[in-house]
């Protein structure tokens, strides 16, 4: 059974360019969350969706944007990117979320982005 | 809001020896999961052990293994024998049952393994 994939897994980006991230869940998977881990400020939640809807949402600018295909797949965008967004972005999956019986979440490998 | 806290940002630990990595958390739920994550430096975490609130039974797994204290909101990590592969990042990190489904973590822990 294929793990949580996320592409890319580097990027380099300029300020005030915008960035699209990828998140394939692991299959019949359909709770896709979404973090920003940084060393600063740690692992922190930016969103999650669930069934192509956002059901949750953390505290960060309305630059960072999301959304869920019907495949369950997930792409995070960020726009007018600021120096400050350099971090590890990582995703996880889960069947359908902690809160309806899941107990745990499968985490992906992370997009690392720099922005210059 | 619920807050996960890691007081030790670095320990270290003797192949085959035992280490206990601390966690404490603030919350006014009733009902909530708590979870050991490692995170190598390949990145992937990778969930280690889990807790259920509602659970008296502290959770093992193998060679790890918790210390659940649930009126004293802390829930420590215990690593027996360990191992060379052990040494990584550990995140300690909370979750709700109702509301909000998102996972608070703490600062992690950094855990070297020495031979």
């Known amino acids: 059974k294929a793990g949580v994939t996320q592409t890319p897994r580097y990027l380099i980006k300029t300020r005030g360019q915008q960035v699209t991230l990828s998140c394939s869940p692991i299959s019949g998977h359909r709770s896709v969350s979404w973090y920003q881990q940084t060393p600063g400020q740690g692992l922190q939640f930016l969103f999650e969706?669930?069934?192509?809807?956002?059901?949750n949402k953390g505290n960060f600018p309305g630059r960072f944007s999301g959304r869920q295909f019907s495949n369950s797949r997930s792409e995070m965008n960020v726009s007018t990117l600021e120096l400050g967004d350099s971090a590890l972005y990582l995703c996880?999956?889960?069947?359908?979320?902690?809160?309806?019986?899941?107990?745990?979440?499968?985490f992906g490998q992370g997009t690392r982005l720099t922005v210059v | 809001a619920q807050t996960v806290t890691q007081s030790q940002p670095e320990m270290s630990v003797q192949e085959a020896e035992t280490v206990t990595l601390s966690c404490t958390y603030d919350?006014?739920?009733?009902?909530?999961?708590l979870f050991w994550y490692k995170q190598p430096p390949s990145r992937q975490m990778i969930l280690v052990i889990r807790?259920?609130?509602?659970?008296?039974q502290n959770a093992t797994e193998n060679r790890f293994s918790v210390n659940f204290q649930k009126a004293a909101k802390s829930f420590s990590l215990k690593i027996s024998d360990s191992q060379l592969g052990d040494a990584a990042m550990y995140f300690c990190a909370y979750r709700a049952v109702q509301g909000n489904n998102d996972m608070r973590f703490g600062a992690g822990t950094r855990l070297t393994v020495k031979p």
């Open positions: 919350t006014s739920e009733s009902d909530y999961y």
């Open positions: 969706y669930f069934s192509e809807t956002q059901r």
């Open positions: 807790q259920e609130a509602y659970k008296q």
């Open positions: 996880a999956s889960s069947l359908s979320g902690i809160a309806y019986g899941d107990t745990e979440a499968f």
